[in-house]
């Protein structure tokens, strides 16, 4: 099955910086990767998605970028707010989208 | 529309007892998943059901059953309950017909093994 790696585990910015975390994959055919914010005691929700035929998206201060030749994928978040902190995680799904696996988490701390 | 519902909360098991966590959801949707939640080992796939009437293993299936009552109902089943089944456990669905999708969660159920 998919093998997802995700760093760093934890990741500490100033308020206003860029925050980046980077997950590699194993499975050449993936094709869906979404990335997921988890605050705590509460459920992982959806931030953003990307597809295999897509290089990059973009949402507000939220982008992902993917490299499907080094099969390695990116979360980047711009003009960090402390509402940002929280952990991320990131996803990757083949060929149908009912083996979803996870990378391992990337706590996010923002202070003021 | 509640999305995907599970209960308990909360449960305090111990070793050898058995008990069923139940998941709904009403979506529609025609997958849903069981993932288990550790401290830093992120979220591991313990079984899913790609449609009604289907269920596959995860990762980590090794002391777990599942049932998939109906299309909105997957429930999952600890028969023997081990202190390693101490977990955050989340419920999933999506709907991968049409074309890669998210999952949505439930709440989670926190259940300890003593």
């Known amino acids: 099955g998919e093998n997802v790696e995700q760093h760093p585990s934890t990741l500490s910015v100033q308020e206003g910086d860029s925050a980046v975390i980077k997950c590699t994959y194993s499975?050449?055919?993936?094709?869906?990767f979404p990335w997921y914010k988890q605050e705590l005691g509460k459920r992982p929700q959806l931030i953003i998605d990307i597809r295999s035929n897509v290089g990059e998206k973009k949402d507000q201060r939220i982008a992902v970028t993917l490299n499907k030749t080094a099969k390695h994928f990116s979360l980047h978040i711009t003009e960090t707010q402390p509402e940002d902190s929280a952990v991320y995680f990131c996803a990757a799904s083949g060929r149908v989208n009912n083996d979803m696996r996870f990378g391992a988490g990337t706590r996010l701390t923002v202070k003021p | 529309n509640a999305g995907v519902t599970q209960t308990p909360k909360f449960q305090v098991l111990k070793t050898g007892q058995s008990m069923t966590l139940q998941c709904a959801q009403d979506m529609n949707h025609n997958s849903m998943y069981w993932y288990r939640q550790d401290p830093g080992m992120g979220l591991r796939l313990i079984y899913y059901s790609a449609s009604e009437g289907t269920t596959d293993k995860g990762e980590v299936p090794n002391g777990y059953n599942v049932s998939r009552l109906n299309k909105r109902e997957f429930s999952l089943r600890l028969e023997s309950a081990a202190p390693s089944q101490t977990s955050v456990y989340f419920c999933?669905?999506?709907?991968?017909?049409?074309?890669?999708?998210?999952?949505?969660f439930g709440n989670g159920t926190r259940l300890t093994v003593t």
């Open positions: 999933a669905s999506s709907e991968p017909g049409q074309g890669r999708s998210p999952l949505h």
């Open positions: 499975d050449s055919a993936s094709n869906y």
